[in-house]
């Protein structure tokens, strides 16, 4: 009897081994992938180390890239891929969203763009807006030309010029996060209802106390609740403001409720979709817009000759970004959309603010198919997660020389063969807004944002740095700096002034 249980013990021990060592270890194809930690094929013990309080162990990709090439194993079920045919296969070829994307950016319980884990119900969603969002909507849209004007002479330029004429410090960091919100909500909403942050500072405080409690885990049902409310108040009031002449039109709101009001689905349920997809976009608005205006500011204050050089471009368009306070509304003028867009300086500057500190770094994880897939010539099965970061594809050696290093000199063309063709897989390269079925819709918008804004700023001030502390980029899905804050002086360069 007893040497029958000891050889069954033997065998299922033997049995286990093999299934739970040996196999994933040595056998099954997946055990081929270079591994970021030998314990890897057997447990995630190894990255969950590296991940303390939801971090996302960047500088830990970066090394395992950096010693074991573009495909690297990190757990029994998770890998990290950082090449051009890893991208195109991964966010081009069908894989699905991972279950966090559910989980944690869905809002009033129904999904959007951002949550939405099955690509064909996201494409048709995503169809339903996607033409509002398009360059050439973006650069012709008379609403965001109306509204970019109010929001720039009105509200932005006051409060500068009254912080240059006192050597008033600012924390641009905090007004960076007012201009996102009130950006994107006009843009959403109308300019009526945008959230008018710039100039109500309390308001932007209580906002901007919900929005950290959420990212932060503290207080999240309550926060939630209140950013919920506050969004399906602004949607009600857009509802009204449609049918009467505004100064400028809600225009998502409107061409998202317009294109649901074909759909089937009841008034109420029509609402809350809308109203989950408008919250979803002030979220992915306000955070990586802000990250990216706080460190070009700061690259800039750090750097007063890239400043001249920049203010020097800005001066030659054909209508600069002049603001002269006494000017009446006749007299205040934004440049041409197109015109500003083809600047080079403007467009390096910006392009290298996010290779170098993109939004969002961490991997964006994707689920191989049932049927598995061959990345990197490694046969994987299905349900594994399979991500890249932007950070570690914008800091590859070998498309981006010194590429720790804010260069951005790097994208101008001198129009040489060489150039030409460097900055051409330089851009093959570049990730910062994703790509494929769930690229960032919001690239156009951002892009014509952040460099009007980068216009009104300098071509009428010089900035200098006055409290930098905690500028590093965080380690978080959402990347701003530790210390949440830049504080910066403002000197005006128009002599009129
Ligand atoms: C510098 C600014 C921005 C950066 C760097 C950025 C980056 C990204 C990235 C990397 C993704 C892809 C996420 C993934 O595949 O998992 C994304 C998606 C998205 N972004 Fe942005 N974003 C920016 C601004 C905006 C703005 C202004 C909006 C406002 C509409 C926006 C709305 C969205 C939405 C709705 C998605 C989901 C798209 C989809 O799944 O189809 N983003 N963004």
Same mark, same amino acid.
């Given at each position: 009897?007893?040497?029958?249980?000891?050889?069954?013990?033997?065998?299922?021990?033997?049995?286990?081994?093999?299934?739970?060592?040996?196999?994933?270890?040595?056998?099954?194809?997946?055990?081929?992938?270079?591994?970021?930690? $030998?314990?890897?094929?057997?447990?995630?013990?190894?990255?969950?180390?590296?991940?303390?309080?939801?971090?996302?162990?960047?500088?830990?990709?970066?090394?395992?890239?950096?010693?074991?090439?573009?495909?690297?194993?990190?757990?029994?079920?998770?890998?990290?891929?950082?090449?051009?045919?890893?991208?195109?296969?991964?966010?081009?070829?069908?894989?699905?969203? %991972?279950?966090?994307?559910?989980?944690?950016?869905?809002?009033?319980?129904?999904?959007?763009?951002?949550?939405?884990? =099955?690509?064909?119900?996201?494409?048709?969603?995503?169809?339903?807006?996607?033409?509002?969002?398009?360059?050439?909507?973006?650069?012709?849209?008379?609403?965001?030309? !109306?509204?970019?004007?109010?929001?720039? $002479?009105?509200?932005?330029?006051?409060?500068? =010029?009254?912080?240059?004429?006192?050597?008033?410090?600012?924390?641009?960091?905090?007004?960076?996060?007012?201009?996102?919100?009130?950006?994107?909500?006009?843009?959403?909403?109308?300019?009526?209802?945008?959230?008018? $942050?710039?100039?109500?500072?309390?308001?932007?405080?209580?906002?901007?106390?919900?929005?950290?409690?959420?990212?932060?885990?503290?207080?999240?049902?309550?926060?939630?609740?209140?950013?919920? %409310?506050?969004?399906?108040?602004?949607?009600?009031?857009?509802?009204?403001?449609?049918?009467?002449?505004?100064?400028?039109?809600?225009?998502?709101?409107? =061409?998202?409720?317009?294109?649901?009001?074909?759909?089937?689905?009841?008034?109420?349920?029509?609402?809350?979709?809308?109203?989950?997809?408008?919250?979803?976009?002030?979220?992915?608005?306000?955070?990586?817009?802000?990250?990216?205006? !706080?460190?070009?500011?700061?690259?800039?204050?750090?750097?007063?000759?890239?400043?001249?050089?920049?203010?020097?471009?800005?001066?030659?368009?054909?209508?600069?970004?002049?603001?002269?306070?006494?000017?009446?509304?006749?007299?205040?003028?934004?440049?041409?959309?197109?015109?500003?867009?083809?600047?080079?300086?403007?467009?390096?500057?910006?392009?290298?603010?996010?290779?170098?500190?993109?939004?969002?770094?961490?991997?964006?994880?994707?689920?191989?198919?049932?049927?598995?897939?061959?990345?990197?010539?490694?046969?994987?099965?299905?349900?594994?997660?399979?991500? !890249?970061?932007?950070?570690?594809?914008?800091?590859?050696?070998?498309?981006?020389?010194?590429?720790?290093?804010?260069?951005?000199?790097?994208?101008?063309?001198?129009?040489?063969?060489?150039?030409?063709?460097?900055?051409?897989?330089?851009?093959?390269?570049?990730?910062? $807004?994703?790509?494929?079925?769930?690229?960032?819709?919001?690239?156009?918008?951002?892009?014509?944002?952040?460099?009007?804004?980068?216009?009104?700023?300098?071509?009428?001030?010089?900035?200098?740095?006055?409290?930098?502390?905690?500028?590093? =980029?965080?380690?978080?899905?959402?990347?701003?700096?530790?210390?949440?804050?830049?504080?910066?002086?403002?000197?005006?360069?128009?002599?009129?002034?």
């Amino acid at each position: 009897m007893l040497p029958l249980v000891f050889i069954s013990a033997v065998v299922l021990v033997a049995g286990l081994f093999y299934k739970y060592i040996i196999y994933p270890a040595c056998i099954s194809p997946f055990s081929k992938v270079p591994r970021a930690h $030998f314990s890897v094929p057997f447990a995630s013990l190894w990255i969950r180390r590296k991940r303390p309080e939801g971090t996302n162990a960047i500088q830990t990709l970066l090394a395992a890239h950096k010693k074991h090439g573009p495909i690297v194993r990190l757990s029994p079920d998770e890998l990290s891929v950082a090449s051009l045919d890893g991208l195109r296969q991964i966010y081009t070829g069908g894989f699905e969203k %991972a279950q966090e994307y559910e989980d944690e950016f869905m809002n009033y319980g129904i999904p959007n763009l951002v949550s939405m884990l =099955q690509s064909k119900p996201h494409s048709v969603q995503k169809r339903m807006i996607s033409n509002v969002y398009s360059k050439s909507s973006i650069q012709n849209s008379a609403d965001l030309r !109306t509204f970019s004007k109010v929001l720039l $002479f009105e509200s932005l330029f006051p409060p500068l =010029q009254s912080a240059a004429q006192e050597d008033a410090a600012v924390d641009v960091y905090g007004l960076s996060q007012a201009l996102g919100s009130d950006f994107i909500t006009a843009f959403l909403f109308g300019i009526d209802n945008c959230s008018n $942050f710039i100039r109500d500072v309390p308001a932007r405080r209580k906002f901007m106390a919900n929005y950290w409690a959420k990212k932060d885990g503290v207080d999240v049902k309550r926060a939630t609740d209140e950013l919920e %409310a506050h969004v399906l108040s602004l949607c009600r009031a857009a509802e009204t403001l449609s049918g009467n002449s505004p100064i400028s039109r809600p225009v998502v709101h409107a =061409q998202l409720s317009s294109q649901l009001f074909k759909s089937s689905i009841s008034p109420q349920q029509k609402e809350l979709v809308v109203a989950s997809e408008m919250l979803d976009h002030i979220l992915a608005s306000i955070d990586t817009t802000t990250v990216t205006m !706080t460190y070009l500011k700061w690259e800039l204050s750090r750097n007063p000759g890239l400043q001249s050089a920049l203010r020097k471009e800005l001066l030659n368009l054909s209508s600069p970004l002049v603001y002269t306070p006494n000017a009446s509304q006749g007299e205040r003028r934004l440049p041409d959309p197109k015109e500003l867009d083809s600047l080079p300086l403007l467009n390096a500057v910006l392009k290298e603010v996010l290779r170098v500190y993109p939004p969002t770094p961490a991997l964006l994880d994707r689920v191989t198919p049932p049927g598995g897939a061959v990345i990197e010539g490694y046969a994987i099965p299905g349900g594994i997660r399979v991500g !890249t970061s932007a950070k570690v594809m914008h800091l590859n050696e070998k498309v981006f020389s010194d590429a720790g290093s804010f260069v951005p000199e790097r994208w101008l063309s001198d129009g040489k063969e060489e150039s030409v063709n460097r900055i051409k897989e330089m851009n093959r390269w570049f990730w910062a $807004f994703g790509c494929g079925g769930r690229m960032c819709i919001g690239n156009h918008f951002a892009t014509h944002m952040l460099k009007s804004i980068t216009a009104a700023i300098y071509t009428n001030y010089e900035t200098t740095i006055v409290d930098d502390e905690g500028i590093e =980029q965080e380690d978080a899905f959402l990347a701003g700096p530790v210390g949440r804050k830049l504080v910066l002086k403002f000197r005006s360069v128009n002599d009129a002034n």
